[in-house]
């Protein structure tokens, strides 16, 4: 059974980066099969695909470009876990953030959610 | 980028009827190469992720109850609850894995009448 566990700050201040990981169980972060989503949701911009990363014969990512400027998504091979890095965040980024497994090019597994909120 | 758009925003349904629920993408996700929609329906009730209901536009996930379907090709699509149980309340979401970036309609709540 998949399991994602994330875990990272709930509280950001403005201008500075939010970093959140995902561990995972039950697969390998460098399954040739599988690519490794962050997703988040606010009430205002709803549910909001950010990127991935994924693994064939080496990595490769795929941003949103409403954010493409400031995230990057890291696997940590030795860990079995991915990371999201937002830069330069602003109250715009107060959202519950979801990290996600895609398989077959279904996102069956998702991480437990957590709320980061974006203030001084 | 791809924009899907959900109607209506929200609906209300007596038990026992059925539901639709509506998702347009403004381009096909019919993907030459597979034939198929790459299109996916989730369920999200509070405080929990999305649940995953169906993918290629109309295959259901293991496990989901078969009054969930969905049908479409192309650009627009449909999710049906045949027969509306309690525990069928929540949003219902619409998302295309055509092409990067994977987008999401803005969602319809779906409640008892």
């Known amino acids: 059974q998949v399991q994602l566990q994330q875990s990272g700050p709930g509280l950001v201040k403005p201008s500075q980066t939010l970093s959140l990981t995902c561990a995972i169980s039950g697969d390998s972060v460098s399954s040739n099969v599988a690519a490794w989503h962050w997703i988040r949701q606010s009430p205002s911009r709803g549910l909001e695909w950010l990127g991935r990363t994924y693994s064939t014969s080496k990595w490769y990512n795929d941003y949103a470009v409403s954010v493409k400027s400031r995230i990057t998504i890291n696997p940590d091979t030795s860990k079995n876990q991915f990371s999201l890095h937002l830069n330069s965040v602003t109250p715009e980024d107060t959202a519950v953030y979801y990290c996600?497994?895609?398989?077959?090019?279904?996102?069956?597994?998702w991480g437990q959610g957590i709320l980061v909120t974006v203030s001084s | 980028d791809i924009v899907v758009t959900q109607s209506p925003d929200s609906l209300a349904v007596s038990l026992g009827e059925k539901a639709t629920i509506n998702c347009r993408s403004s381009q096909s996700v019919l993907h030459s190469s597979t034939s198929k929609n790459h299109l996916a329906w989730f369920q999200q009730k509070p405080g929990q992720p999305p649940k995953l209901l169906i993918y290629?536009?109309?295959t259901r996930e293991s496990g989901v109850p078969d009054r969930f379907s969905g049908s479409g090709s192309g650009t627009d699509f449909t999710l049906s609850i045949s027969s509306l149980q309690a525990e069928d309340v929540a949003v219902y979401y619409c998302q295309q894995y055509y092409s990067p970036p994977y987008s999401f309609g803005q969602g319809t709540r779906l409640e008892i009448k």
């Open positions: 290629w536009s109309s």
């Open positions: 996600a497994r895609e398989k077959g090019q279904k996102l069956l597994y």
